[in-house]
């Protein structure tokens, strides 16, 4: 029985939904630690506060107005860097580009982090000499800047270095003023799907030009590559083969996630060498007729376990001894040939090649062809990319959201939490049905903002009065 996309969608809700669960606990914690009052400072972040500085005794429309100015303003500075940033990679100047993102993931793993650092040193009473400190932090900020912009490094470890980016930059978020963080987060949520869906946007320009010249963008983003089920390896993809005379190439899903390319074999080759295989296995010596139907099938659908050349050929001596010592275990089958005089398991695999997935192990009765036509068109419909990748934007843009709920209470921290992971849930499915590019923000950002004020003025006021006068439970 073969599953639904909404197997497939476990994975990448799994993928995506621990590091941003591990970033927010984190910010949660730091805010917690370092500032439980929920103080703020307009200085944090000058950018934030450019136009206004947020005071305590400030009416609400001078706060509300000032907050909006200083939102716009954030958000126009953000489309010009970004439009700035298209316009380097469109002309090449890719290197410029990693130069002065790696000076920035320097400054935040030396500086930001070294700030938090030397705070939770003195809240914890840790003693330190100055030497040391400095070592052990320069050696930090230098491997991580390395790691994720100019050597190749292991996906764990680009990921471990991705979160701590996204927390030291979150917490610092946290301290700007509240008024301009609520509308921060809200104009943030607009900006991204203007930039995102909106033709002539800088992020959809920017996701354009990097598919068309097959190259990686530039920028933070967090790469979750799970592992695909085994039911998930027989889909067939076809890409062309620009510039070469042969035909199109037989592709596994699941290779296509875990590895940089997937290994593909030339479709004449690749059945020349099924065909051949399967007649004998067909016709054996003793009456021992076709011993496997998935072997060749899956063979054909993963491009018969071919090496760098694309060959078929090689694997057929282990092929043939694992089936021989399954015969011995097995009844003896009768296939049917069809009407072409080759057996039925060569013919659906050249069906197979030509657009049709072979059989699935077994004859279908007449008339069943229709469960499997509904299968394909539910594939059609749902279908993942090879790897879900996340901006580190949204990680900040999460853990800002939960870390101002950290200032108040935990129903409020928690409740913010499960409506960031079901947004996210939401966004997934919704990149299953459009497979392009989505904005990540306005569905997690949308309903936690909601349930922020639902239940910090609805839901503490009235559950926490009965819950301490043991009314509810």
Known sequence: MRASVLDDLGEEVTGIVSPVSICMALTVALVRILNPEGESNSGAVFLASAYYNEEEGDSTSKKLSGALLNALIFIAVVAVMTFVLVLLFKYGCVKLIYAYMGFAGFSIFFVLAG????????????????ISFTYILFNFAMVGAVTLFFFPAPLIWKQIYLIITGVVTAYVFTWIPEWTTW????????????????????LKMLVELAQEREETIPALVYEARPVRRDNTQGRLAAPAAAGEGQAAAVVA?????????AAAAPVPQTMAAAGQLQQ?????????????????????????????????????????????QQQQQQPVLVRPRSAAGQPADAAEAEAG????????????????GGEGQEEEEEDGVFELPEAIKLGLGDFIFYSVLVGRAAMYDYLTVFACFLAIIAGLGCTLLWLAMARKALPALPISIALAV???FVSRFVLEPVLLPQVLELMYY
């Not at 030509?354 to 069943?368: D, E, K, L, V, Y």
């Open 115 to 130: 700030v938090i650092a030397l705070e939770l040193l003195q809240k914890w009473d840790v003693h330190t000499d100055f």
């Open 280 to 324: 004998e296995l067909t016709v054996r010596p003793g009456g021992a007729a076709g011993i496997g139907r998935t072997s060749v099938a899956s063979t054909v659908s993963a491009g018969g376990s071919s090496g760098p050349d694309g060959e078929a050929a090689s694997d057929t001596p282990l092929i043939r001894a694992q089936e021989v």
């Open 253 to 261: 899903a699941a290779s296509a996630r875990t590895a940089a390319a």
């Open 353 to 368: 090649q030509r657009g049709a997935a072979p059989g699935s192990g077994q004859h279908q009765a007449p008339g069943g």
């Open 450 to 452: 909601t349930f922020y």
């Open 183 to 202: 509308m921060l987060l809200v104009f943030m949520a607009i900006y991204d799907i203007v930039a995102v869906l909106v033709p002539g946007g800088p």
